[in-house]
């Protein structure tokens, strides 16, 4: 069974950073494309960004509003994925989803929990 | 702004048919793009409903069902039934933004 457990999540500051992890199993992470994908509360869902599997050359794309400000990376050996997020505004206030890309799809067929970030002073 | 637009809320007596629209433009939909519907009940994460158009992972029944044309796709909910009280999402790629883009989600009430 896949499974994909996000942790990291809190307060932070504004301008402050944090990272999160997601823990994955029942599948084979390091063939595996994974995103972060958010969600403002009371909002709907926004994509932050991508990593492409290692195999696949490990690309790395974000959505305009994270670019420059997060980065998405892999541990393939631990079988995890962080979102490493700097300079956080209070407009990134919002639950983080951890999920899997079936292998050059378009879509998540699994998700995470997800895990609250809040930027507040 | 949501790049895909959805109607906010859409409701539906128990047994009755729902559609949701999901409207798009040439970067994305109209370009070829697959889209995917989630489907996200209150208090936890989204789910897959259907992916690349039309497809149903397992598990999912087929009282649900993706359409797709032009710039548009529709997702039908047929056989209504109190369990699907929750907020459906549509996705696709957009080609000009270069990544993902959501609808911003529709409610659904089953009355």
Not at chain 1, 13 to 34: D, E, H, V
Not at chain 1, 85 to 107: F, S, W
Not at chain 2, 30 to 52: F, M, R, S
Not at chain 2, 77 to 87: F, M, N, R, S, V
Request: include cysteine; proline fraction near 5%.
């Amino acid at each position: 069974e896949v499974q994909l457990v996000e942790s990291g999540g809190g307060l932070v500051k504004p301008g402050g950073s944090l990272r999160l992890s997601c823990a994955a199993s029942g599948f084979t992470f390091s063939n595996a494309w994974m995103t972060w994908v958010r969600q403002a509360p009371g909002k709907g869902l926004e994509w932050v960004g991508r990593i492409k599997s290692k195999i696949d050359g490990g690309r790395t794309d974000y959505a305009a509003p994270v670019k420059g400000r997060f980065t998405i990376s892999r541990d393939d050996s631990k079988n995890t994925l962080f979102l490493q997020m700097n300079i956080l505004k209070t407009e990134d206030t919002a639950v983080y989803y951890c999920t899997r890309v079936p292998g050059g799809a378009t879509q998540a067929d699994n998700w995470g929990q997800g895990t609250l970030v809040t930027v507040s002073s | 702004q949501s790049v895909l637009t959805q109607p906010p809320s859409v409701s539906g007596a128990p047994g009755q048919r729902v559609t949701i629209s999901c409207t798009g433009s040439s970067s994305n939909i109209g370009a070829g793009y697959d889209v995917h519907w989630y489907q996200q009940l209150p208090g936890t994460a989204p789910k897959l409903l259907i992916y690349v158009n039309r497809n149903r992972p397992s598990g999912v029944p087929d009282r649900f069902s993706g359409s797709k044309s032009g710039t548009s796709a529709s997702l039908a909910i047929t056989g209504l039934q109190a369990e699907d009280e929750a907020d459906y999402y549509c996705q696709s790629y957009d080609g000009t933004l270069g990544g993902w883009v959501f609808g911003g989600g529709t409610k659904l009430t089953v009355l």
